[in-house]
């Protein structure tokens, strides 16, 4: 089943060293001697590690007379890239709408900014004295003023 061999190959890769492993097979081929020479860890370790990676199908061993040189199987690595990129692609759809409706809502924002700005306010008609502000003139209590003589008040 695909679903099980791509599980297994994920939790395969799920350790450091099997995926250390996986890079020096994408170079050349290797036996588990050539291999074991790389890490500070016996051939029955790097044995094991092996065991695991060939059980989820990324790598298989060949006979080379005495040699068994392992090497790596593209098909699930195949089968892993086409199940990321899937995903990859819907997460990618999925922003490009966001991006949309931030850009939607940048420009309704502006717009409403443009709007609702309120109007500058008129311009002051009475010359400024310089004596009291436009503030002062219009709240400033004016002095009773005396009555002048032939006024009747």
Known sequence: ????????????????TRRDIVARLSVRDATVGELAESYAMSMQAVSKHLKVLEEAGLVSRSRDAQRRPCHLEPQV???????????????????????????????????????DAAPAPAPDPTPDTGAHSRTDRLTAPTAPTAPTEGDPS
């Open 1 to 16: 089943m695909a679903v099980d061999q791509l599980s297994r190959a994920f939790v395969a890769l799920a350790d450091p």
């Open 77 to 115: 690595f195949d089968l892993m890239t086409s199940w990321i990129e899937r995903y990859r692609r819907r997460a990618e759809a999925r922003f490009g709408r966001l991006d949309a409706v931030l850009a939607a809502m940048g420009d309704t924002d502006a717009t409403h900014a443009t709007n």
